[in-house]
């Protein structure tokens, strides 16, 4: 008997409509693998794009998403020391917490053109107790480092020829000396960060002649942040992805410049607004891809790179974080000379952000990830990455499907430069150049059961539905050709198997004729 024979007309016989059943059940599951992401992907153009009626247009120019800012300010507890050529001795206070709230109001969008969005928005910062430390009040008194000060002693020796740069020193050290202006003040907390303003300052506001050199504060006080300003209220032209669903969120203009600022005096690409403000992106996210976002605060593009997959409410989400390579100095990095961050690595340079210039660095708290040379420069300051890395990078955490940012935290510290001057007094005792840290902030968003609610409103129930039933299908067609194989296998071992029993009986029988 050819056993091989015999089994393979059992493997013929059989495998042609086992074949044929798990080719039919791989091509079900390529047709679900690759239509489904298509239903996926127009169900999201539809639902997310920045238009009247979808869900993420409301939280777009409403956002619903609660948003805190934490303060936290570097005391300075031995000013007269430090205007004696002491080491800065530093205390950290707080945080203060404030509620921000950002509402944006439609200025148009064009019937002829639905891919467009012209909004302003408006900023409002309301303490709250319950997020600040224990015992901290608006009114609690912070030292620290005259900004108004620092900044017209650096746009007066700034200014030419010699002659009027002589004549700006003379005029400046009697304002300071009748106005009574040291290197430091004392201030309640709250109106360090929203409007401090004192006699010097309004001095440096009013004063004619100081108009004509160019040295004018454009307002009677300073301010670290705006709160309820119509200064913030800057038109922006944004793309509603109904045109190109790619393009959601991005800047097509911002405060009248389309494309580039003039912020940025280096160019090379400075000034270029790319991104968007960082409340929505693209939908369908692949990870490692790299997200920019346009910050105007600090008048400046940056981008997010790829890290990682995070959850939130047991919603998974892919997380975004600013590299390291942002603060690194001009010196080693020369992407960043176009910034003009030619300064110690761990800091940006923020000064043509203020008006008029004031020598501020960006960095992120405690100097993380920066020179050794910053903190060694003062007292107080100690970073404990172990504990503290999570506080103070720049994370951004967005939806993959609907390219919503779902939480989000930013972290910077605000510096300025401080060095020796033989032409004023109250510097003539440093030893610089030192970067004082004045404070720093930490804003950041909180994902709640409330705001999943209206994700899925906007239709991402129905999406992550989609998706399990595609990948279920597909599980259970894999499963479906495998069992195919498998009983494929056992069918024709049974064959075999009842051959071989039947073989062995056969000749006896043939025997027992004769």
Known sequence: MNWKKHCSYCCCGTTPVLVIAAVACVFIAAVLVLAVPTVVTQQVNERVTLVPGH?????????????????????LTNPEGFVAGEKPVLEEKGPYGYREYRIKTPVNISNDNPDILIYTQERTFHFDPDKSASG???????????????????????????LKKEGGINLLKVLISNKGAKLYICAGASSLVWNYTDPFIQELYGNSVLNTLGMNLPNPYIEIQQNNSINDSRPSTVYTGAGNI?????????????????????????????????????PNQKENETLESFQSDVLRSFQMVYVG????????AYRYELPNSTFESAFNNSENARWGSWCPDGMI?????????????????????????????????????????????TTLDVHPVIGVNIQFQRALQINVLLNHSEYFSQLEN??????????????????????????????????????KVRWIAVALLLIGCITCFLVSLLACRKFVKSRESS??????LKNAKH
């Open 55 to 75: 869900t993420t247009y409301e939280q777009f120019l409403n956002p619903e998403l609660p948003v805190w800012k934490s303060i936290y300010f570097f005391n």
């Open 136 to 162: 901290v009040t608006e009114e609690d008194v912070i030292c620290t480092v005259n900004l108004a000060l620092v900044g017209a002693v650096a746009e007066t020796l700034k200014l030419t020829p010699s």
């Open 246 to 282: 790619n393009n959601i969120g991005k800047f097509y203009k911002w405060n009248g410049h389309v494309g580039e600022l003039d912020t940025w005096p280096n160019g090379m690409g400075a000034n270029v607004i790319n991104g968007t403000e960082g409340l929505v992106f693209h």
């Open 309 to 316: 997959k995070v959850k939130h409410l047991d919603l998974e």
């Open 349 to 393: 340079y923020l000064g043509p952000t203020q008006n008029p210039e004031v020598p501020v660095f960006g960095s992120k708290p405690h100097f993380l990830d920066g020179s050794p040379s910053l903190r060694e420069a003062v007292t107080g300051l100690n970073p404990d990455p172990s504990r503290n890395r999570s506080a103070y990078d």
């Open 430 to 467: 440093i030893d610089g150049p030192l970067y004082y840290p004045m404070l720093y902030v930490n804003e950041h968003s909180q994902f709640t059961p409330e705001v999943k609610t209206l994700l899925q409103k906007s239709g991402l129930t129905e999406i992550s539905i989609v998706e």
């Open 503 to 508: 073989d062995a009986t056969t000749p006896l």
